[in-house]
């Protein structure tokens, strides 16, 4: 399958810091990537739709000034958690789309887990 | 009304069982549907997806689409412990190709050695 990376595999961090995470799709150009966010033994929530060379698209009820995404490449997107507090730790995931022909499939990258003291 | 719904378990199968898994989803022009394992802690992992209607099989995975009923299901065949996961089942509502993902929450299975 299709390779996903994310970087950093952990993090913790100060409450009022800002915290990035990076999406990097290795094998293939992705012109979409998505952000998701997973709190413990809860399914996955989709937190925005990154596009390359436009605004990312967020979904109801995150907030986009506190989750910066840039996506200014066809293989890497990036999330930045603006002035994190404890409530927002969590298992952070991004995916990218590969497409080939009629099978384009979701890849996903193996996580952040961001802890905020 | 959900657009996936799956059985969220746990589902206790052993060792060398078939296990089933299933889910349902409300937008009848679903064209995409995939099936992710996830491990505890760790992100999910593409096991295989189908496009049509009937039986798709992939080693000891066979993904079951009835698109008249809106159900697609995974079958595991002589499970084992290794397969001890989540699975989340995703279906592509109102569109082709793997965009705008709706998950359901997963099924837990166990495999009992």
């Known amino acids: 399958g299709a390779v996903v990376s994310q970087h950093p595999s952990w993090v913790i961090c100060k409450s009022g810091t800002s915290v990035k995470i990076e999406c990097r799709s290795l094998?293939?150009?992705?012109?979409?990537m998505f952000w998701y966010r997973q709190f413990p033994k809860q399914s996955l929530m989709l937190m925005a739709t990154?596009?390359?060379?436009?605004?990312?698209?967020?979904e109801q009820g995150v907030e986009k000034d506190k989750f910066l995404i840039n996506h200014a490449s066809l293989t890497l997107s990036t999330l930045t958690v603006t002035s994190a507090h404890p409530e927002d730790s969590s298992f952070y995931i991004c995916?990218?789309?590969?497409?080939?022909?009629?099978?384009?499939?979701?890849?996903f990258g193996p996580g952040t887990r961001l802890t905020v003291l | 009304q959900k657009e996936v719904e799956q059985n969220s378990g746990p589902l206790s199968v052993p060792e060398g069982a078939i296990a089933s898994l299933n889910c349902t989803y409300s937008?009848?022009?679903?064209?995409?549907f995939f099936w992710y394992r996830q491990y505890s802690g760790k992100s999910p992992e593409l096991i295989m997806f189908?496009?049509?209607?009937g039986d798709k099989e992939d080693g000891r995975f066979t993904a079951q689409l009835n698109k008249a009923s809106q159900y697609v299901s995974l079958l595991i065949r002589d499970s084992q412990p290794s397969d001890s996961a989540t699975y989340l089942c995703?279906?592509?509502?109102?569109?082709?190709?793997?965009?705008?993902?709706?998950f359901g929450t997963g099924t837990r299975l166990t495999v009992i050695p």
């Open positions: 995916s990218a789309t590969r497409i080939s022909g009629s099978a384009d499939t979701q890849y």
């Open positions: 094998d293939f150009q992705a012109t979409t």
């Open positions: 990154s596009n390359e060379g436009s605004k990312a698209t967020y």
């Open positions: 937008d009848r022009g679903s064209q995409s």
């Open positions: 189908i496009y049509s209607n």
């Open positions: 995703a279906v592509n509502i109102g569109q082709t190709g793997a965009n705008n993902l709706f």
